[in-house]
């Protein structure tokens, strides 16, 4: 995948406003700075919601003219929440929302940048624990040409 589209890609996902505070914005762990924390490792500042964004597969989709190719890649979000403490039902909810705003984000085509679309996953969005709290990841496709 193109830094472009990829770096499209995480500036639409800073713009979701999380759930439980409007005044929080989303932060990408896995951008273009070089810096980078493993979402399972990070602690909450509170100050914004952590993100990631990983590619699971990409498939050539075959020429669509002269020298371009189409291809499809399988990705997810990641959101880590600081679960120490939490109010879990509270959380629940809190991650269910996120899941839905993230969703109705990638689902709008005045977010797809350079991509040709970016598509929800099959799959239902996932949560698993860490150390320091719970992760839901939330499948899409990306289809775009380079």
């Not at 879990?88 to 040709?116: E, F, H, K, V, W």
Request: charged content about 25%; proline content about 3%; glycine content about 6%.
């Amino acid at each position: 995948m193109s830094a472009t589209i990829r770096a499209e890609i995480i500036a639409t996902l800073r713009g979701v406003t999380p759930t439980e505070d409007s005044r929080k914005r989303y932060t990408c762990e896995d951008d273009a700075s070089g810096a980078r924390v493993l979402l399972e490792d990070a602690v909450d500042n509170g100050a914004y919601r952590r993100f990631d964004l990983r590619s699971i597969a990409s498939t050539d989709l075959g020429m669509t003219g002269v020298s371009v190719v189409r291809y499809r890649e399988d990705m997810e979000v990641r959101v880590g929440y600081y679960a120490q403490g939490a109010d879990m039902a509270r959380l629940d909810r809190i991650m269910a929302q996120d899941a839905r705003d993230i969703i109705l984000t990638l689902r709008n085509p005045a977010n797809y940048g350079s991509a040709d679309a970016l598509i929800p996953g099959r799959e239902a969005p996932a949560i698993s624990e860490t150390e320091n709290g719970l992760i839901l990841a939330v499948p899409f496709t990306a289809v775009y040409v380079q």
